[in-house]
């Protein structure tokens, strides 16, 4: 077995290959909701104040807060559906960070969004470890989710 090819079961391949996909794809748009290239971007383009910088760096903070919550939200919801929405939220934010006008308006929009982003993926990340123990077998879980894992870290 290769590091590459996990063998998930013939019922799950198609949302593995899915999963693989998105691993792939997702720490690309990420990586432009990072503090760092938001806080540059605040800084060179719309000239913030160092206060709003701050806030922009305690943005990972704010998802750590909310990550209990997203338990208690995502009860009795479609765990993959509701992953999914979460997913479109921080591409939704992306979207706004990337069509933020250069004044006051866009620094909101810009400081909003980076947070709204922060706290969407604590919530994916928190459902989807749900997703991960119904759709793989116990036996193949940590090979899989390791692979996964690795694609994300690939573009770091």
């Not at 990072?34 to 383009?45: D, F, L, P, Q, W």
């Not at 509701?82 to 706004?96: E, N």
Request: aromatic share 8%; charged share 10%.
């Amino acid at each position: 077995m290769s590091l590459f090819n996990v063998d998930v079961g013939d019922e799950v391949r198609p949302s593995f290959q899915s999963e693989r996909w998105m691993e792939c794809t997702l720490p690309i748009g990420l990586v432009l909701l990072e503090g760092g290239v938001i806080g540059v971007i605040a800084s060179k383009v719309f000239q913030v104040e160092p206060w709003v910088l701050a806030l922009i760096s305690a943005a990972p903070m704010f998802a750590n807060l909310s990550s209990f919550l997203w338990n208690k939200l995502s009860l009795a919801k479609k765990k993959v559906q509701f992953a999914s929405y979460l997913q479109l939220g921080v591409l939704i934010c992306l979207l706004i960070v990337a069509l933020s006008p250069v004044n006051q308006l866009g620094v909101v929009m810009l400081v909003t969004s980076m947070i709204a982003s922060r706290i969407l993926l604590a919530g994916f990340v928190t459902v989807r470890s749900v997703v991960w123990s119904l759709n793989y077998a116990r036996d193949i879980r940590a090979q899989a989710t390791g692979q996964l894992q690795m694609l994300s870290l690939i573009h770091i």
